[in-house]
């Protein structure tokens, strides 16, 4: 007689749950990464080479004179207080100054209205007007002395700042023109057109709604604007001919004689001329970044 312990059935043991898959082990990097060493030492070479020169200028203006040292210890202050006083470094100061400024303003004020009128605007050159802008960026400086000398000798602005400031916005105008249509662009036209429904004038909506919006670039423009006429050499000196008129740049070539060179005068001067311009970049450095990218991704 069969029991009814022998009629139950067995229970199947179910079958084992699979392992839970093991995260993969992380690769210590991955092979499109390219290794730490690739990128440091690149960058540590390049960074040598720019600043060895950069301590070398400083070397020069901070040692006493005749020293050979290359530690600048005791530090002194002779050769900048030479070329401040003795080489009238205060009034080429002074001068770089208002010329960079003056540049800046003319340029971005043209500019602005250029780049607008290319940007908005559709008229038969238009095409040919910006293969025209694009061309004289091939034009080196020097072809146009001779034509602005004659221009400028006969509207007796030779020996005036106001040649110099004139000569640098006109050098400076098409770039700039072609940078401020492109930032224009990037403005969309439903803005200006929801403040002309608003009541705007083409004017007040374009100060009120665009302008804002083209901080970026404006400062851009006017940085590039503002450092080609601090370091440009060549249109103070064949526009000038006072001392008292000059720039530092010209300032810095009458340290420089055909027996002699004064290092110590010649690498302070430089630093003076230097350090604006090293802090202005410093605090529009945030704004500048922007304005280079702000071309580069439609809005």
């Keep these: 007689m069969i029991t009814e312990e022998a009629t139950r059935v067995a229970p199947v043991a179910a079958p084992p749950h699979p392992a839970p898959d093991r995260p993969r082990r992380r690769r210590s990097r991955a092979w499109d990464e390219a290794p730490r060493w690739q990128i440091y030492v690149p960058l540590s070479v390049y960074l ?23 530690v600048p210890w005791p530090v002194t202050f002779e050769h900048f207080e030479k070329v401040w006083n003795e080489r009238e470094f205060g009034v080429y100061f002074q001068n770089s100054v208002l010329t960079g400024v003056a ?46 000398f004659q221009i400028f000798a006969e509207l007796r602005m030779i020996n005036s700042l106001a040649s110099v400031i004139i000569a640098e916005t006109v050098f400076q105008l098409p770039l700039s023109m ?5 930032f224009i662009r ?37 940085s590039f604007a503002f450092v080609h006429a601090w370091n440009h050499f060549l249109f103070a000196l064949m526009f000038l001919s006072d001392q008292s008129k000059q720039t530092i740049p010209v300032g810095l070539n009458t340290l420089m004689s055909a027996d002699s060179v004064d290092l110590g005068a010649l690498a302070a001067g430089g630093i003076i001329a230097a350090v604006p311009v090293v802090i202005v970049f410093a605090f529009i450095q945030k704004w500048l970044i922007t304005g280079f990218s702000a071309g580069a991704v439609k809005g």
């Design 48 to 70: 040598l080479f720019t600043l060895v020169p950069f301590y070398w200028i400083l070397l020069f203006a901070l040692r006493r004179p005749g020293s050979t040292s290359l």
């Design 103 to 148: 540049t800046l303003l003319l340029t971005t004020l043209v500019a602005l209205a250029g780049g607008y009128a290319l940007a908005r605007f559709e008229f038969r050159i238009k095409r040919g007007f910006m293969i025209a802008l694009l061309c004289t960026q091939f034009v080196p400086g020097a072809l146009l002395l001779v034509p602005l």
């Design 178 to 182: 072609i940078l401020i249509s492109g």
């Design 186 to 222: 990037n403005v969309p036209y439903s803005l200006e057109e929801a403040a002309w429904v608003d009541g705007c004038n083409r004017f007040t909506g374009f100060r009120i709604v665009v302008l804002p919006l083209l901080r970026p670039g404006l400062i851009a423009v006017g």
